[in-house]
């Protein structure tokens, strides 16, 4: 068991790769609070949860919103009494030319992608600096260290989280907290089921392991940053994308 008994909430875990992360987690012994914006879907993942005995909690919340984080993170605190691990994960994604991408679009991307992040680290650092102990996981993706066209905001915000834990690995180092990033690939997910919809064979070429990455394969690398193994591992991004961050596959 890699995070026994660690405290973990997961962002967006009521379905997708955070609900693979938040999965993962507690099969390697972690008590799971999984905060979304779908309160039934993510009823469902603790229920499963549960019936397997894991301790589970589901919370409603935007976490664009500072108050509604607060809240979550507040009752986090009640029922578990401590947080050893956030993984912050939920996320918007749309596509549009520079030209017709509209303000509203371009800040609830940002507000959600990295404002979000931004305000559950800051709901939660204070719990773990107190702990002296912390391990924070933002979910990134490829983009943000190469572009796709057509979707400025989404990698605009994707980059953001780059420099976001970067300098945050530096400020949070003294209370032994160590913040990490992961750069999926293309993650077959219903959040990105439209994308697929037009470009899944296209993609799948590309990719140099020759298939799309599962939720379980972003997991199993945020399992490792998460857990004490990695405890020399601060302020880095791991690509998890078969390869695709290097080159594309062959043509033949
Ligand atoms: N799927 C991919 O190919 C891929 C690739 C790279 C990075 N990512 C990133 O991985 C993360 C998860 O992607 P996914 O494909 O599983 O997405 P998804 O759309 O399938 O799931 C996202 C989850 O986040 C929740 N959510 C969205 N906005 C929220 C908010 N404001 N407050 C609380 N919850 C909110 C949704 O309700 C949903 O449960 C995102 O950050 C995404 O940008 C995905």
């Known amino acids: 068991m890699r995070v026994k008994d660690k405290v973990a909430i997961v962002t967006g875990g009521a379905q997708g790769i955070g609900?693979?992360?938040?999965?993962?987690?507690?099969?390697?012994?972690?008590?799971?609070?999984?905060?979304?914006?779908?309160?039934?879907?993510?009823?469902?993942?603790?229920?499963?949860?549960?019936?397997?005995?894991?301790?589970?909690?589901?919370?409603?919340?935007?976490?664009?919103?500072?108050?509604?984080?607060?809240?979550?993170?507040?009752?986090?605190?009640?029922?578990?009494?401590?947080?050893?691990?956030?993984?912050?994960?939920?996320?918007?994604?749309?596509?549009?030319?520079?030209?017709?991408i509209e303000e509203e679009t371009w800040d609830r991307i940002l507000d959600i992608n990295l404002k979000g992040y931004f305000l559950m680290i800051q709901a939660v650092v204070p719990h773990m600096e107190k702990q002296n102990y912390g391990k924070i996981l933002n979910i990134a993706s490829i983009?943000?260290?190469?572009?796709?066209?057509?979707?400025?905001?989404?990698?605009?915000?994707?980059?953001?989280?780059?420099?976001?834990?970067?300098?945050?690995?530096?400020?949070?180092?003294?209370?032994?907290?160590?913040?990490?990033?992961?750069?999926?690939?293309?993650?077959?997910?219903?959040?990105?089921?439209?994308?697929?919809?037009r470009y899944r064979e296209l993609v799948e070429k590309q990719i140099p392991v020759g298939r799309l990455a599962q939720p379980r394969d972003i997991a199993n690398a945020v399992l490792f940053l998460v857990s004490d193994e990695a405890e020399y591992i601060t302020g880095q991004c791991l690509s998890v994308c078969g390869g695709l961050s290097i080159g594309m596959a062959p043509a033949v």
Not at 22 to 30: D, H, K, Q
Not at 31 to 42: N, T, Y
Not at 76 to 82: A, E, N, Y
Not at 144 to 173: F, P
């Open 19 to 100: 609900e693979g992360i938040a999965v993962r987690l507690a099969e390697e012994g972690a008590k799971v609070a999984i905060v979304d914006l779908q309160l039934e879907l993510a009823n469902e993942v603790v229920n499963g949860l549960r019936t397997s005995g894991i301790e589970a909690i589901a919370l409603q919340a935007d976490t664009s919103k500072k108050t509604e984080v607060g809240t979550a993170v507040d009752e986090v605190m009640s029922h578990f009494g401590r947080i050893d691990i956030l993984v912050n994960n939920a996320g918007y994604h749309r596509m549009a030319k520079v030209t017709e």
């Open 143 to 197: 983009v943000a260290h190469g572009g796709i066209a057509n979707q400025a905001h989404y990698n605009s915000s994707k980059g953001g989280i780059i420099s976001l834990t970067r300098t945050l690995a530096l400020e949070l180092v003294p209370f032994k907290i160590n913040v990490n990033a992961i750069s999926p690939g293309t993650v077959e997910t219903a959040g990105n089921k439209r994308f697929l919809d």
